[in-house]
């Protein structure tokens, strides 16, 4: 069993910064050679892809976050990271995170483990 725990979410101004976080954990196993991103949800939206990042740190991102967002890992510690910056109103939303144990279907992710999300909200 893998759980995924996120923090970092909060209220902000456009054009302000936050750091996502997410935190894995899964008893007596690794997750370094998982695939691992971030989605979203707005109010009355489908959820969407936001960004990946493989088990060796290739990156991939949605058109609209690229150049704004980053996502990052420490597969020492199991953490994934969203470095969100320049933020628009348009980014507010749940972020969840998301875990894809073999990362086959790259740069697409199967998540196999989703987060309870943190909210982001970015007022103009």
């Known amino acids: 069993q893998v759980q995924l725990a996120e923090s970092g979410g909060g209220l902000v101004q456009a054009g302000g910064s936050l750091r996502l976080s997410c935190a894995a954990s899964?008893?007596?196993?690794?997750?370094?050679?998982?695939?691992m991103g971030w989605f979203r949800q707005a109010p009355g939206l489908e959820r969407e892809f936001v960004a990946a990042?493989?088990?060796?740190?290739?990156?991939f991102y949605v058109d609209s976050v690229k150049g704004r967002f980053t996502i990052s890992r420490d597969n020492a510690k199991n953490i994934v990271y969203l470095q969100v910056n320049s933020l628009k109103p348009e980014d507010t939303a749940v972020y969840y995170c998301?875990?894809?144990?073999?990362?086959?279907?790259?740069?697409?992710?199967?998540?196999?483990?989703w987060g309870q999300g943190t909210q982001v909200t970015v007022s103009s």
């Open positions: 990042i493989s088990w060796n740190s290739n990156t």
């Open positions: 899964a008893s007596g196993r690794t997750l370094s050679r998982s695939a």
């Open positions: 998301a875990l894809d144990q073999d990362g086959s279907s790259w740069p697409l992710l199967t998540p196999d483990y």
